[in-house]
């Protein structure tokens, strides 16, 4: 089985048994009815739950916690963002957390090799890259062949993190071969790099071109449509509160996250 089928079955099966929230029986018979084993498993989760997730899902996680404040008012969800390839390093190395979210399977299969996860990871969301240009577009960009040109200034992610991998697909899929000023180590400087002036272009996530609102623009790229990353999200296998941490991987995969991650613009598995 490829990878990317054997995330898509193991996403319904640990559906199953995570708790989601919002949902109804009529709605997903699997899932409501792993809601109801959950519920029955003892009190609300409590205490501290620390989740390391990419830098891509900073706005959307953030949000999804505050909603989460009112169904769990006694747990504390701590979040550590940053690069995928980077919070996989600190997982294996022993660093404390209980969730880990990345930005593509690659990166979570590092950390299922590694021992360090326990189960198997759920894919949640999916993400596509854009062209971005600072708001006004004042070098004139007009399309993925401008990041050719060694006068702009081009920002592009770091190969090893997912963002940049798929930068790397995309421009070999458009036949353009790069000339980037600044790799940078995830896809949040990118884009404040783009959103400050400071880069003439970047290729970054849609999601994040979004976040900076009127500060960037972005111009189509017909390729990025099949160059998409997939979202795994993981419990760790040393986790110190495996309850709040169930708790909160259930709401990722269940209809809140899915319904905050869309409003950010992300896409569904």
């Excluded at 899932?31 to 959307?60: F, H, I, K, N, R």
């Amino acid at each position: 089985m490829s990878r990317g089928a054997r995330y898509t079955v193991l996403a319904v099966a640990v559906a199953i048994v995570l708790p989601t929230v919002g949902c109804d029986d009529d709605e997903d018979p699997q899932v409501g009815a792993g809601s109801d084993t959950a519920s029955g498993q003892g009190d609300t989760p409590s205490g501290t739950v620390t989740v390391l997730a990419a830098a891509s899902l900073t706005e959307s996680f953030e949000e999804l916690a505050g909603q989460l404040a009112r169904e769990y008012p006694d747990l504390e969800v701590v979040f550590s963002f940053g690069p995928s390839s980077g919070l996989v390093e600190q997982v294996i190395s022993g660093a404390p957390a209980d969730v880990l979210a990345t930005a593509d399977p690659t990166t979570m299969d590092e950390a299922v090799a590694a021992d360090v996860v326990d189960g198997e990871p759920v894919v949640f969301a999916r993400n596509a890259l854009t062209l971005a240009v600072p708001a006004g577009n004042p070098a004139g960009v007009t399309g993925l062949a401008d990041l050719a040109d060694d006068d702009l200034r081009v920002a592009v992610c770091e190969p090893q993190v997912p963002c940049g991998a798929a930068a790397e697909r995309l421009l070999d899929a458009a036949g353009v071969t790069a000339a980037p000023d600044t790799l940078t180590t995830d896809v949040k400087e990118a884009a404040s790099l783009v959103a400050l002036g400071e880069a003439d272009a970047a290729l970054i996530y849609r999601t994040d071109a979004a976040a900076e609102g009127d500060d960037i623009e972005t111009l189509d790229v017909p390729e990025a449509d099949e160059i998409v990353n997939d979202y795994p999200v993981a419990l760790l296998a040393d986790a110190a509160n495996p309850d709040g941490a169930r708790a909160i991987a259930g709401a990722i995969t269940g209809e809140l996250g899915r319904s905050v991650l869309a409003e950010a613009g992300f896409l569904e598995p």
